[in-house]
């Protein structure tokens, strides 16, 4: 299936900084609560992410990501899921977050 132009552009994808990393013991496959700023257009959302094989907490807060911030909510749990955080998930589901090279402006969109 192709997208069409106008389809990408649909999609926000954009820089955020990670603020706060909690366990999130009630999901189903290992996660943390992440709390990501994206800058004063879109402020602060918070995400579930399945990043706990490569990633431990304390190395995610103040690390910059991409996530698409446009898509509804969604509740996982008692957690509502305001964003979702975007990588590369090899065939076991290990997932590589993708990030800028630079430190940059949070809330940038990717294009």
Known sequence: MELTWQDFE??????????E???FPE????AYQLTIDFGSTIG???TSAQI????????LV???????VNFPKKQ???FMSECLVLGAVGEEGDVILLAPDFKIENGLRIG
């Open 52 to 59: 706990t094989r490569r990633y431990q907490k304390e190395d």
């Open 27 to 30: 999901a189903r496959k290992p």
């Open 44 to 46: 602060i959302r918070k």
């Open 62 to 68: 103040n690390r910059q990501m991409i996530a698409v």
């Open 76 to 78: 996982i749990g008692k």
């Open 10 to 19: 649909k999609v926000e994808m954009r820089v955020g900084t990670i603020l």
């Open 21 to 23: 990393v909690n366990d």
